[in-house]
């Protein structure tokens, strides 16, 4: 599990990694409040994406075989913009950990799989992330 880090001012800090709609340049962007961008990253080749309730929202999950890497962002936030964040994710969003390429684990959103297999939502793991998706599905 990804641990909580201490910022120069001693205030408590969490990094995480964003893959949706948190994305700079995507509408929820601003639930990041004045989070720090550290950079772009992509997990590991581990995890599949959808688009969750009709493209609403992405959908992230680990899986055995079959994975991409997911393109994202990391970011460093406060314990309280940790908090502001999760409380307006979409519903059956939860905290779970990811590992990006460099073998780091980080927190990210995740979604339960068997939600989106019950619900048939596009597989869009193959199209290069969110932001893409977003922008080809105008």
């Known amino acids: ?3 909580a880090v201490q910022q120069s001012n001693n205030e408590p800090t969490k990094k995480m990694f964003i893959c949706g709609s948190a994305l700079k340049g995507q509408p929820d962007h601003q639930n990041l409040q004045s989070a720090i961008f550290l950079k772009t990253a992509k997990t590991k080749p581990l995890y599949r994406l959808h ?9 992230i999950y680990r899986v055995e075989t079959g994975g991409v890497s997911i393109p994202g962002e990391v970011y460093e936030l406060t314990l309280a913009q940790y908090d502001h964040l999760l409380k ?6 939860y905290p ?3 590992i990006l390429e460099d073998g780091e684990t980080l927190t990210a959103m995740l979604y339960p799989q068997e939600l989106v297999e019950k619900f048939q939502w596009l597989d869009i793991s193959d199209l290069g992330g969110w932001a893409v ?5 105008v």
């Open 1 to 3: 599990m990804t641990e």
């Open 51 to 59: 688009a969750a309730q009709n493209g609403w929202h992405p959908a």
């Open 88 to 93: 307006n994710e979409p519903p059956n969003m």
């Open 96 to 98: 779970g950990d990811v």
């Open 133 to 137: 998706y977003k922008a080809t599905s």
